[in-house]
């Protein structure tokens, strides 16, 4: 029979599994949110032949650069994957294509980046690279975050206890600053994300943990 010891380590490593796995969804659910914000603000400007809210359009790829670019993806390289590669080698291929896409990915942003610089001056097809490089990333980061959400779940049973609390302590230390409240930007930019997206989208980003509407500050 279990110690009360025992029994509290294992509720504290099951909480640790819990955490990690729905702070990764989440940090995902909320790119996938505000990449479809930037990729309606585009269509918009195509359809109107102007962009009526330029400062918007720029919070979104400055939160994806500084956020998931700069953050997510790096947490998962030191965290998670070193972790699982400890404990199997059954996902090393999937882990290869994983670090390559982090790469890709930056590359990407980058592209945006010129792209919107570009866009802003007026150049000639500075729209249509743009969309193209945004549609371009998000077909990217779609495939790229099932793929990951699909080996944890696969790994939960190759990680032991004292794995998953290694990788909570790490991955909970920097939080999405749309979920946490702490830098004046990136809350007028939820604020501003909330505002901006139709009803169903909006219902969508309310139920997840960074855009809830009792977490908004005050404007
Ligand atoms: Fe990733
Ligand atoms: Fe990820």
Redesign the pocket.
Same mark, same amino acid.
């Given at each position: 029979m279990n110690t009360a010891a025992e029994h509290e380590s294992a509720t504290v490593a099951g909480s640790a599994m819990h955490t990690v796995t729905a702070l990764?969804k989440q /940090?995902?659910r909320t790119l996938g949110i505000v990449l479809q914000l930037l990729q309606r603000l585009l269509e918009e400007a195509s359809c109107y032949g102007a962009h009526r809210d330029f400062a918007l359009l720029c919070a979104t790829v400055y939160y994806i650069d500084d956020f998931?670019e700069r953050v997510?993806?790096p947490k /998962?390289e030191r965290h998670l994957f070193p972790v699982l590669q400890r404990r199997t080698r059954r996902f090393d291929g999937v882990l290869e294509a994983l670090r390559a896409e982090h790469v890709l990915s930056a590359q990407r942003v980058a592209r945006i980046h010129r792209d919107l610089v570009h866009y802003q001056a007026g150049a000639p097809e500075g729209l249509v690279r743009l969309t193209a490089g945004v549609a371009a990333y998000a077909e990217l980061l779609q495939g790229?975050?099932r793929a990951?959400e699909r080996m944890l779940g696969d790994a939960c049973s190759d990680l032991t206890d004292s794995d998953w609390v290694e990788i909570e302590r790490g991955f909970g230390a920097d939080r999405d600053p749309l979920a946490a409240d702490t830098r004046q930007e990136f809350r007028l930019l939820r604020m501003r994300i909330l505002a901006a997206l139709p009803e169903k989208m909006r219902l969508d980003a309310e139920s997840t943990e960074a855009m809830r509407p009792a977490e908004r500050p005050n404007p």
């Open positions: 990764i /940090e995902h998931p997510h993806h /998962e790229h975050m990951e």
